[in-house]
Protein backbone atom coordinates (compact mmCIF):
# COMPACT_ATOMS: atom_id res chain seq x y z
CA UNK A 1 0.00 0.00 0.00
CA UNK A 2 1.11 3.25 -0.89
CA UNK A 3 2.06 5.88 1.76
CA UNK A 4 0.30 8.98 1.71
CA UNK A 5 1.74 11.82 -0.03
CA UNK A 6 1.18 13.68 3.15
CA UNK A 7 3.01 11.61 5.32
CA UNK A 8 6.26 13.59 4.71
CA UNK A 9 5.06 16.83 7.04
CA UNK A 10 3.76 14.80 9.47
CA UNK A 11 5.86 15.60 12.64
CA UNK A 12 8.86 12.84 13.67
CA UNK A 13 8.85 11.36 16.86
CA UNK A 14 11.06 8.73 18.59
CA UNK A 15 9.97 6.80 21.37
CA UNK A 16 7.00 9.13 21.31
CA UNK A 17 8.91 12.51 21.76
CA UNK A 18 8.46 14.76 19.13
CA UNK A 19 11.71 16.12 17.20
CA UNK A 20 10.50 19.15 15.84
CA UNK A 21 12.37 20.42 19.07
CA UNK A 22 15.50 18.62 17.31
CA UNK A 23 14.82 20.48 14.18
CA UNK A 24 14.77 23.79 15.45
CA UNK A 25 17.88 23.93 17.59
CA UNK A 26 19.86 22.07 15.03
CA UNK A 27 20.27 24.88 12.59
CA UNK A 28 22.46 27.13 15.09
CA UNK A 29 24.98 24.71 15.87
CA UNK A 30 25.53 24.72 12.65
CA UNK A 31 26.86 28.30 12.36
CA UNK A 32 30.51 29.33 13.20
CA UNK A 33 31.45 31.07 16.12
CA UNK A 34 33.57 34.38 15.76
CA UNK A 35 36.66 33.65 17.38
CA UNK A 36 38.63 36.47 19.19
CA UNK A 37 41.28 36.72 16.67
CA UNK A 38 41.68 39.82 14.22
CA UNK A 39 41.63 37.89 11.23
CA UNK A 40 38.78 35.19 10.79
CA UNK A 41 38.30 32.58 8.00
CA UNK A 42 36.44 32.96 4.90
CA UNK A 43 33.40 31.33 5.89
CA UNK A 44 33.16 33.52 9.07
CA UNK A 45 34.05 36.64 6.93
CA UNK A 46 31.49 35.80 4.69
CA UNK A 47 28.98 34.84 7.20
CA UNK A 48 29.51 38.68 8.69
CA UNK A 49 29.26 40.00 5.70
CA UNK A 50 26.53 38.67 4.33
CA UNK A 51 24.07 39.26 7.50
CA UNK A 52 25.75 43.25 8.05
CA UNK A 53 24.32 43.59 4.29
CA UNK A 54 21.08 41.94 5.05
CA UNK A 55 20.53 44.11 8.03
CA UNK A 56 21.52 47.70 6.57
CA UNK A 57 18.65 46.14 3.73
CA UNK A 58 16.41 45.75 6.34
CA UNK A 59 16.55 48.56 8.30
CA UNK A 60 17.23 50.86 5.56
CA UNK A 61 13.64 52.48 5.58
CA UNK A 62 13.26 52.74 9.41
CA UNK A 63 13.76 54.90 11.67
CA UNK A 64 15.99 55.00 14.42
CA UNK A 65 13.38 53.07 16.91
CA UNK A 66 13.02 50.49 14.71
CA UNK A 67 16.56 49.57 14.48
CA UNK A 68 16.07 47.63 18.14
CA UNK A 69 15.03 45.44 15.84
CA UNK A 70 18.22 44.33 14.05
CA UNK A 71 19.00 41.64 15.96
CA UNK A 72 15.51 39.68 16.49
CA UNK A 73 14.63 40.30 12.38
CA UNK A 74 18.37 38.95 11.33
CA UNK A 75 18.05 36.05 13.52
CA UNK A 76 14.73 35.46 12.46
CA UNK A 77 16.30 35.25 9.07
CA UNK A 78 18.98 33.44 9.36
CA UNK A 79 16.86 30.91 11.62
CA UNK A 80 14.47 30.70 8.97
CA UNK A 81 16.63 30.38 5.66
CA UNK A 82 18.88 27.91 7.59
CA UNK A 83 15.66 25.49 8.33
CA UNK A 84 14.12 25.92 5.03
CA UNK A 85 17.33 24.41 3.59
CA UNK A 86 17.77 21.76 5.13
CA UNK A 87 14.23 20.66 4.81
CA UNK A 88 15.24 20.05 1.13
CA UNK A 89 18.40 17.60 1.81
CA UNK A 90 16.65 13.67 1.94
CA UNK A 91 15.77 12.38 4.95
CA UNK A 92 14.64 15.70 7.11
CA UNK A 93 11.72 17.52 8.32
CA UNK A 94 10.98 21.22 7.10
CA UNK A 95 9.50 22.58 11.41
CA UNK A 96 7.81 25.83 8.62
CA UNK A 97 5.62 22.87 6.81
CA UNK A 98 3.25 23.79 9.94
CA UNK A 99 1.15 25.99 10.79
CA UNK A 100 1.12 25.86 14.36
CA UNK A 101 4.88 26.81 14.32
CA UNK A 102 4.45 29.38 11.57
CA UNK A 103 1.70 31.19 13.45
CA UNK A 104 3.67 30.73 16.42
CA UNK A 105 6.29 32.99 14.75
CA UNK A 106 4.16 35.22 13.53
CA UNK A 107 1.26 36.44 16.09
CA UNK A 108 3.60 37.31 18.91
CA UNK A 109 6.03 39.65 16.40
CA UNK A 110 2.87 41.16 14.64
CA UNK A 111 1.36 41.83 18.51
CA UNK A 112 4.05 43.05 19.23
CA UNK A 113 4.33 45.60 16.18
CA UNK A 114 0.71 47.07 16.78
CA UNK A 115 1.50 47.19 21.07
CA UNK A 116 4.68 49.52 20.09
CA UNK A 117 2.62 51.64 17.63
CA UNK A 118 -0.49 51.51 20.35
CA UNK A 119 1.98 52.60 23.27
CA UNK A 120 4.42 55.30 21.35
CA UNK A 121 2.42 56.95 18.79
CA UNK A 122 -1.62 55.33 19.47
CA UNK A 123 -2.79 58.67 16.86
CA UNK A 124 -1.12 57.47 14.01
CA UNK A 125 -1.59 53.75 14.70
CA UNK A 126 -5.52 54.27 14.90
CA UNK A 127 -5.20 56.37 11.36
CA UNK A 128 -3.90 54.03 9.65
CA UNK A 129 -7.62 52.29 9.99
CA UNK A 130 -8.91 55.05 8.46
CA UNK A 131 -7.57 57.19 4.93
CA UNK A 132 -7.34 60.53 4.71
CA UNK A 133 -10.27 62.09 2.76
CA UNK A 134 -12.91 59.22 3.40
CA UNK A 135 -16.48 59.91 2.61
CA UNK A 136 -18.68 60.26 5.91
CA UNK A 137 -20.56 57.68 5.04
CA UNK A 138 -17.87 54.80 4.51
CA UNK A 139 -16.09 55.82 7.83
CA UNK A 140 -17.58 53.07 9.39
CA UNK A 141 -17.31 50.22 6.50
CA UNK A 142 -13.50 51.22 6.04
CA UNK A 143 -12.80 50.93 9.68
CA UNK A 144 -15.03 47.63 9.94
CA UNK A 145 -12.57 46.41 6.76
CA UNK A 146 -9.17 47.70 8.01
CA UNK A 147 -9.61 46.56 10.84
CA UNK A 148 -10.27 42.92 10.03
CA UNK A 149 -6.90 43.92 7.56
CA UNK A 150 -5.34 44.03 10.47
CA UNK A 151 -6.11 40.48 12.18
CA UNK A 152 -5.69 39.23 8.97
CA UNK A 153 -1.95 40.04 8.91
CA UNK A 154 -0.45 37.39 11.22
CA UNK A 155 -2.89 34.53 9.19
CA UNK A 156 -1.31 36.09 5.96
CA UNK A 157 2.29 35.51 7.32
CA UNK A 158 2.17 32.24 8.80
CA UNK A 159 0.17 30.32 6.01
CA UNK A 160 2.26 32.16 2.68
CA UNK A 161 5.00 30.37 4.66
CA UNK A 162 3.51 27.50 5.12
CA UNK A 163 1.70 27.15 1.48
CA UNK A 164 4.48 27.73 -0.08
CA UNK A 165 7.06 25.14 1.41
CA UNK A 166 4.43 22.50 1.20
CA UNK A 167 3.45 23.47 -2.13
CA UNK A 168 7.34 23.27 -3.46
CA UNK A 169 7.95 19.76 -1.36
CA UNK A 170 4.68 18.31 -2.84
CA UNK A 171 5.76 19.06 -6.26
CA UNK A 172 9.24 17.64 -5.41
CA UNK A 173 7.93 14.35 -4.11
CA UNK A 174 5.04 14.05 -6.93
CA UNK A 175 7.66 14.20 -9.94
CA UNK A 176 10.15 12.28 -8.13
CA UNK A 177 7.78 9.33 -7.94
CA UNK A 178 6.99 10.36 -11.49
CA UNK A 179 10.28 9.54 -12.61
CA UNK A 180 10.82 6.37 -10.50
CA UNK A 181 8.34 5.27 -11.63
CA UNK A 182 8.86 5.84 -15.66
CA UNK A 183 12.22 4.90 -15.04
CA UNK A 184 12.20 1.01 -15.88
CA UNK A 185 9.38 1.63 -18.74
CA UNK A 186 10.28 5.02 -20.75
CA UNK A 187 14.00 5.59 -19.66
CA UNK A 188 13.92 8.85 -22.11
CA UNK A 189 11.08 10.22 -20.22
CA UNK A 190 12.12 9.12 -17.35
CA UNK A 191 15.34 11.34 -17.85
CA UNK A 192 13.60 13.97 -18.90
CA UNK A 193 11.49 14.14 -15.69
CA UNK A 194 15.00 14.08 -13.72
CA UNK A 195 16.28 16.70 -15.13
CA UNK A 196 12.96 18.92 -14.59
CA UNK A 197 13.32 17.75 -11.13
CA UNK A 198 16.50 18.95 -10.67
CA UNK A 199 15.00 22.46 -12.04
CA UNK A 200 12.40 22.41 -9.73
CA UNK A 201 14.80 21.33 -6.78
CA UNK A 202 17.38 24.41 -7.72
CA UNK A 203 13.77 26.88 -7.87
CA UNK A 204 12.95 25.28 -4.08
CA UNK A 205 16.40 26.72 -2.92
CA UNK A 206 15.26 30.20 -4.19
CA UNK A 207 12.27 29.89 -2.86
CA UNK A 208 13.26 29.11 0.69
CA UNK A 209 15.04 31.87 0.80
CA UNK A 210 12.72 34.63 -1.03
CA UNK A 211 9.77 32.84 1.41
CA UNK A 212 12.29 33.43 4.63
CA UNK A 213 13.06 37.38 3.41
CA UNK A 214 9.58 37.56 2.55
CA UNK A 215 8.23 36.68 6.25
CA UNK A 216 10.84 39.12 7.78
CA UNK A 217 10.60 42.38 5.17
CA UNK A 218 6.61 42.03 5.64
CA UNK A 219 7.22 42.32 10.14
CA UNK A 220 9.56 45.39 8.67
CA UNK A 221 7.08 46.97 7.28
CA UNK A 222 4.64 46.52 10.17
CA UNK A 223 7.17 47.93 12.14
CA UNK A 224 7.33 50.52 9.45
CA UNK A 225 4.23 51.26 10.34
CA UNK A 226 4.17 51.94 14.53
CA UNK A 227 7.74 53.17 14.90
Not at 13 to 27: E, K, T
Not at 168 to 182: D, N, P, S, Y
Amino acid sequence: MMASFFDQFASPSFLGVPLISVAIALPWIMFPTPPARWVNNRLITLQTWSINRFTNQLLLPLNVGGHKWALLLTSLMVFLITINMLGLLPYTFTPTTQLSLNMGLAVPLWLATVIIGMRYQPTVALGHLLPEGTPIPLIPVLIIIETISLFIRPLALGVRLTANLTAGHLLIQLIATAAFVLAPMMPAVAILTATVLFLLALLEVAVAMIQAYVFVLLLSLYLQENV
